[in-house]
């Protein structure tokens, strides 16, 4: 998880999440990813976010205090989550051609872009498991006609526009059409679930991550009203899910930013009804 003092800073300084977003030329959305720890902030963006907050830069990022101090690891070795700023300044894209014509894109890290051309290049790994902007993504490697790395170019497409509910998207081999199942959003990290019902999500993406590429193993999860959903992964061209559903920290941000919204509303309503003096 990556680390960084957004969350005290911010407070300290009283801002909500909207206000610090605003100030730094951002979305919410994106400061709640950053407080959660849940993705490596790309160094322009951690450099307005610190001006926003009046800081410097590594007080609000404090692993880059050391992180160009020598030592025995390369700079591009260094863990981006551990890290928390991404050095790179590009903007990643990951693009997946599919056998049947299907197109997927996805905004990537460079940390997380070096990790997948690494497992397509020479891997047993049947699926490429990873977090983009605001998804986690499952790509079947024995279904890619093509893959390819770009920088600075826009999406093929905009998942946010599919994340406005809690759902699981299956996209068959079998069907241009996505399977969708509502699901509770995960609550405990997997790692502090021992029965794995709070952290179902997580699960799936890590089952996933664990299959070979010869094997045909088969994932489950409960949807919404706890009925099971089972899939064979063979028959999986590509798994994706809301970011904030399969992350908890991020979860409770994106609940802390409806509250904070909903004080700030209430709060301006109060004021306007007070009677002129």
Known sequence: MARNRIFALRKAGKLTQRELAERAGTSQQQI?????????????????????????????????????????????QLDAPELAVDLDPRIWTVRFFTFDGREFGFEVSSYDMQRLESIVSSSNKKFLVFNSRDRSVAVNRTKLAACQFLFDSPLVRHPESESDSCAVHLHLAS?????????????????????????????????????????????????????????????????????????????????EGDAEEGETVKRSSSESEKPEP
């Open 32 to 76: 709640q990813r950053v407080e959660a720890g849940v993705v490596a902030v790309r160094l322009d963006l951690a450099g307005r976010i610190a001006d926003a907050l009046n800081v410097k830069l590594h007080d609000a990022f404090p692993a880059l205090r050391t992180s160009t101090k020598p030592s025995g690891r390369k700079k591009e």
């Open 175 to 255: 069907s241009l059409k996505p399977l969708s199942f509502d699901v509770e959003p995960d609550t405990k990290p997997a790692e502090q679930d021992e029965e794995g019902f709070a952290s179902q999500l997580q699960h799936l993406f890590i089952d996933l991550d664990g299959i070979d590429e010869d094997d045909d193993e088969v994932v489950q999860f409960d949807d919404v009203d706890g009925e099971r959903v089972y899939a064979r992964s063979g028959e999986l061209v590509l798994v994706e899910a809301p970011l904030e559903c399969c992350e908890p920290s991020l979860f409770e941000k994106a609940m």
